[in-house]
């Protein structure tokens, strides 16, 4: 299996976790790994999973990232999966009259505690130089290969909540977060798929991490074999 180890910088979303309820398909497990890796977030949790995930259809939706299927923790509560939030977020379509409801991402961006939380996260996630030359650090590629791509060190976590597929999040989950977050969409769907919802919020929180950080984004194909190594390891 395939597996990165990224190094300078570590993952730009070293300090987010997303936490699937009881998801039921496995190829919705996939694709949200799928966004997981595209946006450099390298933390999954599965509560109550009422599929496996490593599924072939789970598998082939996750594309590149399939080492973040490997590697997701699954967990028998919600209250488990959020033991090591500092801040969790309930994603879901309807939230009036929820205790600190946010209609965007924006608007959860500028809360206060979030910003604050998040302005630590981007201090770790800073460029400190080019990634060639500390890929050839052995010192810091034997760190970093303990524990994967997810290298960078263990800190305050933000953690998204997202339910399931055709339920979404039952009213209990919803209140034991910290925070309920409605991405606004249009008048012709009543929700967005799982992939869809994760990927809107993970970029977002990705564009700014990454503009505050000042770290080049690849231009070419060349480009994504900076700022990992290839542990080589295989499933």
């Not at 309920?180 to 967005?192: A, F, K, N």
């Not at 991490?209 to 690849?218: D, F, K, N, T, V």
Request: proline fraction near 5%; aromatic fraction near 4%; glycine fraction near 8%.
């Amino acid at each position: 299996m395939w597996q990165p180890v990224l190094t300078d910088p570590p993952p730009l979303l070293h300090d987010v976790a997303v936490v699937l309820v009881s998801p039921k398909r496995p190829i919705s497990v996939g694709t949200v790994a799928r966004s997981l890796g595209s946006f450099e977030c390298m933390d999954l949790r599965i509560v109550q999973p009422r599929c496996d995930h490593l599924a072939r259809s789970g598998r082939n939706g996750s594309k590149g990232s399939q080492f973040l299927l490997w590697q997701a923790q699954q967990h028998e509560s919600l209250e488990e999966a959020l033991a090591d939030a500092a801040i969790s977020v309930a994603c879901t379509r309807w939230v009036a009259g929820r205790a600190n409801a946010c209609r965007s991402v924006s608007e959860l961006l500028a809360a206060p505690e979030v910003a604050a939380l998040l302005a630590e996260g981007a201090a770790a996630a800073g460029c400190h130089g080019s990634s060639s030359s500390n890929s050839s650090d052995s010192g810091s590629s034997s760190d970093n290969s303990s524990s994967g791509a997810g290298a960078a060190p263990q800190r305050r976590k933000l953690v998204l909540v997202f339910g399931r597929e055709v339920e979404g999040l039952l009213d209990h989950e919803v209140d034991a977060c910290d925070y309920t977050l409605s991405i606004p969409i249009g008048r012709l769907q009543e929700s967005m798929s799982l992939s869809h919802a994760v990927s809107v919020v993970l970029s977002r929180l990705f564009e700014m991490r990454q503009q505050a950080s000042g770290c080049a984004l690849p231009q070419s194909l060349a480009d994504l074999a900076a700022g990992y190594e290839d542990t080589g390891a295989e499933r």
